[in-house]
């Protein structure tokens, strides 16, 4: 399907559930299906690593239970687990290859290997020309002498061998340097890991962030993971008239009663209100139920005019009535043409939603290597599709990814 494609395909070894090599390739819209315990979600803790790599490395490691949990544990425990992924590159004539290969020291991350290069060879050269190479402790940076040169090429570049203290061997390249004209690569993939957006823990209930009056000050671009910006952000997306149009008519198709959605701002703190018909005052978001605020939060990411780069989403449909779910079905396929989605879902409805799009839909299983992911072809279900939608198929056992 057409769409914004950021990672072309991940290759993962001896992470979480992945064992064995697993190779996967990544569309504009991936939709995870499998049972419980198939390694769905260890896939978006493996991109969780790609933008902890741009920052700190060692984060969701401690904040996982130490790199031991992380690593496969089919194997002996001295091994060592491996991320590579392929990426576009707009200022260049080809994808990046990154590749981080790293094992424990305690419980913390020491890196083995790590590598920023162009995918292919440039010309007839039997090696692809690389920008770093950690090389097992030897590690060489080729920097761009002259910054009118385009990225990815290797004209006006001059090798740099570095000591191995001079870099910390438990972060990554991408967060030790930083520099947009002598190193383009390694900065553009930096900048972009640490644009990625992960919406996993969703808050239901009375302590759900978003009922709260919210500091009017906060960050108002992006909705946060606990939604406690949720009425900032709304407020941003309503001064645009594109997108408030859109936004109302989504809510329109949620709440028949629905009229306008409003931000009230008292004593510099900002609180969402809904107007719905028949009613002489509106509705405050301390009053609202689950599933609205959960939808309202989805809007934010899915209706968003130039949302992040990737953005990878659990369950989407919590909460929500099951007749809503094919409306999140087109939002996600709409989504994608902006961003790169990656959402986990048990919704059987959700995936009918995406019964025009099968190839959008990867299943999930776990086999005795480890994690196993395989992606739906349109012309393999064609025939059943004319009788059935493809959550039918799927509950009926004719697509995989079930216990």
């Known amino acids: 399907m057409e769409g914004k494609t950021i990672i072309n395909s991940l290759r993962i070894r001896n992470l979480l559930s992945f064992g064995e090599i697993q190779d996967i390739s990544l569309e504009p819209l991936n939709v995870l299906i499998g049972p419980n315990g198939s390694g769905k979600s260890n896939l978006i803790e493996t991109i969780v690593l790609l933008q902890a790599a741009a920052k ?121 340097r930083k520099d947009p004209d002598q190193l383009p690569e390694i900065t553009y993939l930096g900048e972009l890991f640490g644009k990625f957006r992960f919406y996993r823990e969703w808050i239901l209930g009375r302590h759900n962030p978003a009922r709260s009056p919210q500091p009017a000050d906060l960050e108002g671009n992006y909705i946060w993971e606990n939604s406690r910006n949720l009425a900032v952000v709304i407020n941003n997306l309503l001064n645009n008239p594109n997108t408030k149009k859109l936004l109302l008519e989504k809510v329109k198709l949620f709440n028949d009663y629905f009229e306008d959605l409003t931000i009230g701002i008292f004593g510099g703190s900002a609180l969402l209100y809904l107007h719905e018909l028949g009613l002489n005052e509106s509705i405050p978001a301390t009053r609202l139920s689950d599933g609205t605020l959960h939808y309202l939060s989805l809007l934010t990411m899915l209706c968003h005019p130039s949302p992040p780069p990737l953005i990878c989403i659990e369950e989407p449909e919590l909460g929500l009535h099951p007749d809503i779910l094919p409306t999140v079905a087109e939002l996600l396929v709409e989504a994608s043409k902006r961003s790169q989605i990656i959402v986990t879902t048990h919704s059987d409805v959700l995936i009918s939603g995406l019964t025009d799009y099968p190839e959008s839909v990867l299943v999930c299983e776990r086999e005795i290597s480890g994690t196993q992911m395989r992606r739906l072809k349109k012309e393999q279900l064609d025939e059943w599709l004319k009788k059935y939608r493809l959550g039918e198929l799927w509950r009926m056992g004719e697509i995989g990814g079930n216990p």
């Open 56 to 176: 700190d490395f060692s984060i969701p490691f401690a904040q996982g239970g130490g790199l031991g949990e992380w690593l496969w544990k089919g194997a002996s425990p001295l091994i060592s687990a491996e991320i590579e992924a392929l990426i576009n590159y707009p200022e260049s004539v080809m994808p990046l290859r990154y590749k981080i290969n790293f094992t424990r020291v305690g419980q913390r991350p020491e890196i083995i290997d790590e590598v920023v290069e162009n995918e292919k060879p440039l010309r007839d050269e039997s090696d692809v020309y690389f920008f770093y190479r950690y090389q097992k402790g030897a590690p060489v940076l080729n920097y761009r002498s002259k910054p009118d040169q385009p990225g990815g090429d290797d004209r006006g570049r001059r090798k740099r061998h570095l000591k191995r203290e001079d870099l910390n061997p438990g972060q990554s390249v991408l967060s030790q």
